[in-house]
């Protein structure tokens, strides 16, 4: 498969899309995630509420993805 | 189904005289949800008469069950008669008895711990060859005892300061590490200090063997003897003890579920409000068992008890008990996890019923991952009994993924069964722009629903116009935002002015329902609709892993047999991993859509679990 230069950085910025809104979601989770088990450990029945918080920050590669997948269909068109 | 189960607040007044058969009646009934009464006017009660006794032996078995490190937890009440006064004499004979042997236990451990110092001790300076004498009490010398490195070196230095000392040089205790005694006149202490601590001077303690006579040596055997005998010793109260716990252990468990009981009925009385001759309880009844209740305590007492439901007001506080058909039971684990709704709160139990499966299936979709979830759910529900609940909506969710395993045409990410291609309605890795628009699709119908059920409780609550501008507002800003894509993207034409003016009604609205903060909030409908698109994204991916496995794997099935061995490992190995992220990602993911997305936009919580009397977590 050969693929031209315009290709390759067509990849490379669906690329961008993902792993800058993956690493942004890292690092939300990272001190939500930190909160959320401390104040478990005070309160068992926070489990729920702790974990909805953490997944939270999810959302963001999710639109991340989204837009990878924008970018490609743009390409393609 | 959608309400959780209606509550009455009910009184009874009683005299005094039927104040046990009452306690004992409504234990037995399990269904009045005491409310505790605060101290006013009117005393709490005083403990049964015949509950001090029984919460003190309780005390006494619980301490007893700890000393004998008896961790079962009571199951079973017993059907035996009690006989207080056999049961106390045993506790009695167990306790004193544990207690001797516990107490033998800790003298012999002392001392064993002491003859292990004086063992270690004696084996050191027996290398001096030396009576245990000489090496204290001198009134003109200073004595070390300890371990150094180099001690040849340290010869030569001392040598340095006074002719005046004699250095013996014991046993090797690490590589270039020495015991060593060193006896030096005292006026030079403080100098031959200063140079053992350039050698790294380790002092040993010789204070456990002071009061000993007779060379190291000698004495030696003596404490090695003695040391094993007093271990055999502690060994043999060790066994005597677990054969004591092993025999006591039936007794106490069945003796501590008794006699909580018992404890439980004495203490009811805190509960109530009291008067010299009388006594009121509180509480709250599931409203269909009143009239239960109401004949139960006629036969009990009959004219001499008050028996009146009280009348209540809307935002009085109710204990919930959730009320749901056995196929959606289990998911009420949903709602005891994140927080039981409120009493006049719709219970979304049934809607997640629904919707959690969907969202699971869709997500992990697959013949294969789908059926091994099946059997493994069904074992470990056999495994963990006290998961059921959790296991038996999962088992839900496995039977939806093999469904949607049919639709995305996969089997164990293949798209075929042994050969046999399977008809697919849509393909979840190549069709990535139509999931995508299911997904979002779905995620519309969700938060609508749950506006409409935001737009339900708000109305039961705060009236129409409360709900109008709370929950309507929304819709209406979708339909205007809706429009202007519309419009946007040439699908059809519409004046600019119409989408405009809904927008600004939506925000309008928003501002006199929600206030500031509403606006704030504008984004947040978008975004949620938007994050349904990982249900497209966690299938892609799950999928996507699955076809890798399958791909490495099938370059080994041309070789030879230890190729195809490989080959099966990788496959087995693979998959297994998948398949846990599999459950872990589309379970957190579809409980998450619920919690988040979902539940904002209608659910508050808070509500208090109803916990009837008698209803004990130990019984």
Partial sequence: ?77 | MFYPEAMSKILILGHQQDLKSVIERLHELKIVHIVEHSKNELDIGTPLKEGEAASELLVRIRSLKTLLKITEQPKKLPKDKLIFKKVKSNVDKIHALALKKTAKEKELNDGISLLERQYSTLSELAAFKLGLNLFYGYQNLAVFIGRVEKPEVLKTKLKNITSEFELKIGKEFKKNIFTIALFIELSKKEQAENILQKFKFAPIDISPVKEMKGKPSDLIHEIGRKLKECCTERDNVRNSLTGLSGKAKNFLVKEEARFALIAEKAEAPLKFAVTSETFIVKGWVPKKQIEELRKELNILAKNRIVFEEMPTSDNEARPVRLKNPALVKPFEFFMELYSLPKYYEIDPSAILFITFPLFFGIMLGDIGYGLVSLILFTLFRKLFPGMKKLLNSMLLAALSAIIFGFVFGEFFGAEQIFGYELPVLIHRTHQINEMLIISVAIGIVQINLGLILGFINVLRHHGIKHAIFEKISWMVLEIGVGLLAVSYLKFLSIPIIVPSILILLAIIMLYLGEGVRGILELPTIFTNMLSYARLMALGLASASLAVVVNDMAGKFFNGNVVMIAIGVLILVFGHTINLLLGWLGPFLHSMRLQYVEFFTKFYEGGGYPYKPFGLNEGG
């Fill in chain 1, 1 to 77: 498969m050969v693929a031209d230069i315009g290709t390759g950085l067509v990849a490379i910025g669906a690329s961008i899309a993902i792993t800058g809104s993956a690493i942004a979601a890292g690092i939300a989770e990272k001190s939500i995630g930190t909160a959320a088990v401390g104040a478990m450990a005070e309160k068992d029945e926070l489990f729920g509420k702790g974990l909805i918080l953490t997944v939270i920050p999810e959302t963001l590669v999710i639109f991340g993805l989204v837009i990878a997948i924008l970018i490609l269909n743009l390409a393609a068109a």
